[in-house]
């Protein structure tokens, strides 16, 4: 491929299935993926989310790699806030000796959740400031031995084992100025969530990055990565056709009615809000979703507006057929 291309996958769970199911397909996806020659293949930490699998992705990682041969397997991301920086660095420390050099770790700093199950996961502690996750990084880098101990921090009298000499590629991820900055200014690889927080904001918020790019120890140079949400069909109908169990499921989960995806039949029959068709528009509009030629358009239109050096696509549709068949077309 000339341009490096990777996936991200949510363990989609439709109405009338099961987890085992939802996993195994993501499983299944991972696997053509790297057949392929896509470059990675990402999961995402969600908590409490009906329509969601990957609420523990260093596990499923684990999953995956074993399945899979060459393609590199990491989070997109690990909600580090929700965790100690230590038990990450020894899950993922785990996970770089049972599988060498093919291990990513993507961090975020949202909860990935609603309020109440942060507290849940959290154990009630909800507060956080500004600087708690750019310590918490640090913290991490540390235990993986990729920087020197911080001067009063546990990393000096703590040795994460597995962690210490297993390190993975860190990414910082993010939807927003402040991700963009910290990733800049701690010179860690930096990717962007377009594919829910696109627009016109998304080449202003790369161009923020690598003005606050700062060499360091893991990266002499800016390498930005944008995610899209993507779907191929035959034709820009068809696609429009296949978006609206998945569209459906993120307008319900946006006003606080969270479930399964809705099968197709079920999403055809729903009598659409003006509001969800809105939404429905909106994404098809600002994501990569149509025919061949539309979808290859808006990845290089994207492309060319970030200066991304990695597309990571976001398969759509009602079933894991449809999303291998978005991953065979662009392959």
Not at 12 to 24: D, I, P
Request: no cysteine; charged share 20%; net charge negative.
């Amino acid at each position: 491929m000339s341009l490096p291309l990777s996936v991200l996958d949510l363990a989609s769970v439709v109405e009338g299935s099961s987890h085992a199911e939802a996993l195994a397909d993501t499983i299944a996806l991972a696997r053509t993926a790297d057949h392929l020659g896509y470059r990675r293949f990402w999961v995402a930490e969600h908590h409490g989310m009906p329509g969601v699998a990957s609420s523990a992705p260093a596990v499923l990682i684990g999953a995956i790699a074993a399945a899979t041969e060459r393609i590199r397997v990491g989070s997109g991301g690990v909600m580090l806030p929700n965790h100690s920086s230590l038990v990450i660095a020894e899950q993922f420390g785990t996970l770089v000796a049972l599988h060498g050099d093919r291990i990513d770790l993507g961090l975020g700093r949202a909860p990935g959740t609603d309020p109440l199950t942060t507290s849940a996961v959290r154990r009630g502690h909800t507060s956080e400031t500004a600087d708690d996750f750019p310590d918490q990084v640090l913290e991490l880098l540390a235990y993986f031995g990729t920087i020197p101990p911080l001067r009063g921090g546990q990393g000096g009298r703590i040795v994460a084992v597995p962690g210490a000499g297993d390190a993975p590629q860190l990414w910082l991820l993010g939807s927003s100025d402040f991700s963009a900055r910290l990733a800049g200014m701690m010179g860690l690889p930096f990717a962007f969530a377009h594919h829910f927080a696109g627009g016109r904001n998304t080449p202003r918020v790369f161009d923020l990055y690598r003005r606050a790019f700062t060499p360091s120890v893991v990266l002499a140079e800016p390498q930005a990565m944008v995610a899209v949400a993507a779907l191929v069909a035959d034709t820009d109908d068809e696609a429009r056709r296949l978006m609206r169990p998945g569209t459906l499921s993120m307008a319900r989960l946006r006003s606080g009615r969270p479930g399964r995806m809705p099968t197709l039949a079920e999403a055809e029959a729903h009598s659409w809000t003006d509001a969800e068709i809105d939404y429905l528009d909106d994404r098809i509009a600002t994501q990569a979703i149509g025919s061949l030629p539309v979808v290859r358009g808006r990845i290089d239109e994207l492309v060319e507006a970030t200066r991304a050096n990695e597309v990571i696509v976001v398969p759509q549709g009602p079933d894991l057929a449809t999303r291998q068949h978005t991953l065979r077309a662009l392959a």
